[in-house]
């Protein structure tokens, strides 16, 4: 499933700053799955993909490949942040900096044309296998204290527990 996104043209692109953001949950990992798609593939390359490569390892994509910082296929909650400031993408798991990647040009050109979530840019294939939840997207940067909060402050809290064996010493 996908959702496509309405409007997208009000949604920060080009090389302003921006955040986006999200709790996912991987359960399979085959290939290049990706929870959020930016942008069009086309000959140009103008997107941005946010997701896993084939082994679960953090993948993203715009006009180049970066990728491999955190294993996330393990049927678990992550929080992935993934931020640009003047011409530097930041990605974020759980609150923590994984990778700073410099941009080689200034170009991030990611033409809103299409913007979805469960699925890579073009809306056509990759369809993220799991679980999105609380996708926010920020018109500006947010930094790493203000990652961390966000972490910090949407964890999932602990279960409680509701029944007590008996014989515990």
Excluded: C
Aim: hydrophobic residues 35%.
């Amino acid at each position: 499933d996908k959702i496509t996104l309405a409007n997208p043209g009000t949604l920060p692109a080009g090389t302003s700053d921006r955040t986006y953001s999200a709790w996912v949950k991987s359960k399979q990992a085959d290939s290049n799955r990706f929870w959020l798609g930016f942008g069009r593939t086309n000959a140009d390359r103008e997107y941005l993909n946010l997701g896993h490569r084939a082994d679960g390892h953090i993948r993203y994509e715009d006009r180049e490949t970066h990728e491999g910082w955190f294993d996330m296929n393990d049927n678990k909650w992550h929080l992935v942040t993934w931020t640009l400031n003047n011409l530097t993408a930041r990605v974020y798991v759980d609150g923590a900096l994984r990778a700073t990647i410099p941009r080689l040009s200034n170009d991030l050109n990611t033409l809103m044309t299409n913007a979805y979530l469960g699925v890579a840019a073009g809306g056509v294939n990759q369809y993220w296998i799991g679980s999105i939840d609380d996708v926010r997207i920020y018109d500006r940067y947010l930094g790493d204290e203000e990652v961390a909060l966000l972490y910090s402050l949407e964890y999932p809290p602990l279960p409680t527990i509701t029944n007590h064996p008996d014989d515990v010493n």
